[in-house]
């Protein structure tokens, strides 16, 4: 019973400063985008001061809309995306922290990856429900990219499971914790590290699809349809929206980083930190997670939104379905393959 | 209007996140595919023919530059060239070349513009920042010669009303260095761009046949494979002494024109170019001398006031060809005024373009032909609310006769 106080505590703790990290890391996002276009860019807490505005903001609902599914699916969305956070990172925080508990094997990637498509559907609600003719044709592209998307990210999630399967024993391995301690990396030949590199690639494709950025954010496509899935949105509706996308943005790349990055301070270098008797070495992991969700979100979200041009919705879904279904593919072929070229 | 039960209307504008002048587009689309396109024009008319009849010749000649913001050249251009037509008045040399310089400058900060805009449109929002990041220098040029960044005030009829002091010679030759060393760059940028290239390869195509049953104008026409530009086809200001001065199209850098949204983009790099080697060349040619005919407003009026007979100017503006007739009656200013804009030329073309493209694509169509809405909006029907008329061709010609038979008759002109 106590154990499981402590996890909701830590739960909800958890959810708020991964609200306040993923606003903030937008923040970041925003001047990093603004340094790569020689702008000046907002201040680091724009983010904040959005969301306050909108809170104050007067909230319309049209007229011809269904306003229950209109009014509900943001706070689905937001109610999803803080579930798929705590799903994500809850086990890995355990796991570097080097405690059980009953959370431990509680992040299994099944449950993530259909965590991930109830923002996405609540949205698509959201869209057909606005009773515009904007909103309509965005949650239409948003259905096209969310289905096309699953593909490639279920191969990955597979390639991942099988490579676990074989690292663990076969004990969980759709479970993170086994991702997070059998780094991917570990024992592979020059192939399966080229493998893995593909399957990288694949994700950091599949990154900006999830989180509706440039060159996948057909659904919002400003110039297209006027934010099209948002376009009847305000006010706080509108502030809810912004949170569930900071915090899936976060959450999708602290995925990103446990799937493949997860080494702790101690895997790295092999030594702990103590200081004047205290174990300073969680604090230190959290730090590095946070550094590398960072890095993980300039690379993957910024630098691609700030190079790239808006594809459209046909040219991404063949994207997806074709290109990047044959390449994650070809990287679980290849470490499928590893062991057994080494092996000779 | 029959409506079929597998498409679904969908109106865009008069004001939409695309467009950056109100106008309307109608589409009848299936799925995300248009298969029928109807247009509205009239939201941003404010009467300008109107209120030139009712000031004098100068006056006119800044009212005339507002008609659009981009075109503040190429619209007063057209009017002196006009007016100039009427009366007989040669402009000095010097003069020329000046207008030469103010009007390619014009151009060069027009393209940069209209790249910065399509690139917004399809997403790509650095190319948008870059391109209009490197626009400030013509713009800084531009307000060091005229005093201003926009309504530049230059031109008067009969010359120029600032001349090209020697101290701007060297700023306007680093200027054009600045651009020459950036060529290269930015043609890498916009056309080598792999997603610029999926979102403009085959799209929006006008073919060269539509081109010319269409009368498209400008960037437009040329993208087509249609060698047409009024400064090669007639000549004015220093046109005629530039004897390397062609039609820019897509043949220029080895590529075959489709008329497509990347054919058009490719024409206007190309053409950013030739403005940038024009003004190089009016430089190092300029003639000395004096800059404008008659300097003195008021003589100038009483001089145009004995002027009966009507005059055309024709100018290439970065959008195509602009065109002004006036008639001149012996009074203060215009008796009738009639501008045609380039935009009114290319619209006909968006019906063709749009045909068949997807959703995604109606931005960057609707901003290939770098419409000027402004310009191009002459009139407006307020009486059975937009769109309430229809006429066909024979009644536009029988309407057009009749107005031309009711201005001749008011302005005594046999």
Known sequence: MRELLIVIAFSLGLLVLGIFLGLFIRGIDRKFAAYFQSRVGPPLLQPFYDLEKLMIKQTIIPENSVSWIFRGAPVLALASTSVLLIYVVLPYLYYLHGSSGPFLTAGDLIVILYLLMIPAISLIAGGFASGSPYATVGAQREVVILMSVEVPLAIVVIAVAWKMSQAAGGAHPFSLLTVASNPIWTGMGPMGILGGGLLVLTLMAVVPAETGKVPFDQAEAETEIAEGLLAEYSGKYLALYGLADAVKSLAFTALFVVLFFPHGFTDLTGFRIVIAGGDYTFALDILLFIVKVIIVYTVAITAVRVAMARLKISQAAKLFLITLSMLSIAGYLLIYLDPRISGL | ?414
């Open chain 2, 1 to 414: 209007m029959s409506k079929s039960t597998s498409t679904f209307p969908l109106s865009i504008g008069p004001t939409h996140p695309a467009f950056k002048e109100p106008v309307k587009f109608s589409f009848e689309v299936d799925g995300e595919k248009i298969v029928r396109t109807d247009m509205d024009f009239g939201y941003t008319h404010r009467g300008i023919e109107h209120v030139a009849r009712e000031r004098n010749f100068i006056q006119v000649i800044y009212l005339l530059e507002r008609i659009c913001g981009i075109c503040s050249v190429s619209h007063p251009m057209a009017y002196c060239l006009a007016v100039e037509n009427a009366a007989g008045i040669e402009v000095p040399p010097r003069a020329k070349y000046v207008r030469t310089i103010i009007g390619e400058l014009e151009r060069l900060h027009s393209h940069l513009l209209w790249t910065g805009v399509a690139a917004h449109e399809i997403g790509f929002d650095t190319l948008f920042l870059h391109t209009w990041d490197i626009r400030e220098k013509v713009m800084d040029c531009l307000e060091l010669l005229t005093g201003n960044r926009v309504n530049y005030a230059m031109l008067t009829i009969g010359g120029v009303r600032r001349d090209i002091a020697p101290e701007h010679y060297g700023i306007l030759e680093e200027t054009l260095d600045y651009y020459r060393e950036l060529y290269n760059r930015t043609r890498e940028i916009l056309l080598e761009d792999l997603t610029v290239q999926m979102r403009c390869r085959d799209i929006g195509v006008l073919t060269y046949e539509d081109a010319v049953a269409l009368c498209a104008v400008g960037p437009t026409a040329r993208a087509s494979g249609l060698p047409k530009d009024v400064r090669i086809d007639y000549p004015c200001n220093a046109y005629p002494d530039i004897e390397w001065l062609r039609p820019a199209s897509p043949r220029d850098i080895g590529k075959e024109p489709r008329g497509d949204v990347f054919d058009r983009m490719i024409v206007r790099v190309l053409e950013m170019k030739q403005s940038v080697e024009i003004v190089g060349f009016c430089l190092d040619n300029m003639p000395d001398g004096e800059i404008v005919v008659e300097s003195k407003a008021i003589k100038l009026i009483n001089q145009l006031k004995k002027v009966k007979g009507d005059g055309l100017g024709r100018y290439e503006a970065p959008r195509g060809e602009v065109a002004h007739f006036d008639i001149l009656d012996e009074r203060e200013g215009p008796a009738q005024i009639k501008v045609k804009a380039p935009t009114y030329s290319n619209a006909a073309a968006w019906a063709v373009m749009f045909n068949g493209a997807e959703i995604a694509d109606i931005p960057i169509i609707a901003a290939s032909i770098d419409p000027c809405i402004a310009c191009a909006d002459r009139m407006t029907v307020i009486k059975n609310g937009c769109g309430g008329l229809s006429f066909t061709a024979e009644e536009l010609h029988r309407l057009s006769v009749e107005k031309q038979k009711r201005i001749k008759a008011t302005c005594g002109n046999s």
